[in-house]
């Protein structure tokens, strides 16, 4: 199934052509606060409750073509970063380590947009890039699960763009900013993806492809990343883990469009605003040094 949201914060089955309307059916009666009807339904399936599937006779319709798509997670409990998880990422940053030494990190979860928003540029004087990502949404709680049982904790699968800032702060800072992490257009179901290790994935900007690859070539797969993951913290229902980037990151401009599309998964395409980003020595807590 692609899971996806609409309609100010409605649950919708992405059938065909059309949006079918299963939001309490799937998600039970609301309200569902900000995390939404989606994150109601894995909750539910993960203590037992509701249809994993629903019925769909007499649910309303709508074409997709003219309905606007929100993010279908839009605060997850957490979003998860895998750093370096590609060797040709490594070796275009001339970077020394990867995921395996540098562990994971966390995005703050209000930096989520969905389909068809902006990216906002924070500042005139320093890159910041994209980076396409295949993310990974929980289904039950994981702690210290093997990667031989990792996959039976996973819901589902969705398109993430990472975006970062180029500057000295740490990983957390540089990659949550409002609008930093585009998420969607749905989720799909882990039923409809047999093996989330062989898929393809391209992320273009301004219509030109910067990234293409396989999730083949992750350092640590999806299972192993979760597993590994799942030993540092615990995993919820609903939370993502974005799984890392392959190289081709580059610096994103005001207008651009920025495409990323995964095989089986879907196509997330979002804009880029930078018409109110600002030199970084103004950013607030700026402390002037000697030369500044």
Partial sequence: M??????????GLVDGDDVV????????????????PLHRHIERLAEGHGPAAPDLDGCPRRPLADT?????????GKIIGAPVNYLDHKAEMEYTTSVAELGVFLKANSSVIGPGRDIVLPYTDRRTDQEGELG???GRTASHVSADEALSHVFGYTCVLDIT??????RSTRKSFDTFTPLGPWVVTADEIP??????????????????????DLIYG??????????VMTLHPGDVIATGTPAGVGPLAHGDR??????????????VDGSRAQPYDRRPGHRAGPKD
Wanted: glycine content about 12%.
């Fill in 2 to 11: 692609r899971l996806a949201l609409f309609h100010d914060g409605r649950l």
């Fill in 165 to 170: 800032v180029r500057s000295g702060e740490d």
């Fill in 195 to 216: 093996d989330p290790d062989a898929l393809d994935l391209r992320c273009d900007v301004g219509g030109a492809t910067r990234q293409r690859t396989n999730t083949a």
């Fill in 258 to 271: 920025v495409v990323v599309e995964i095989e089986r998964v879907g196509r997330l395409e979002v804009g």
């Fill in 136 to 138: 990974v949404v929980i």
């Fill in 68 to 76: 606007v798509l929100e993010a279908p997670l839009p605060f997850p």
């Fill in 222 to 231: 999806v299972r192993e990343l979760v597993a590994y993951t799942s030993s």
């Fill in 21 to 36: 309307d299963v939001t309490e059916r799937l998600a039970g009666p609301g309200p569902y606060g900000p995390a939404g």
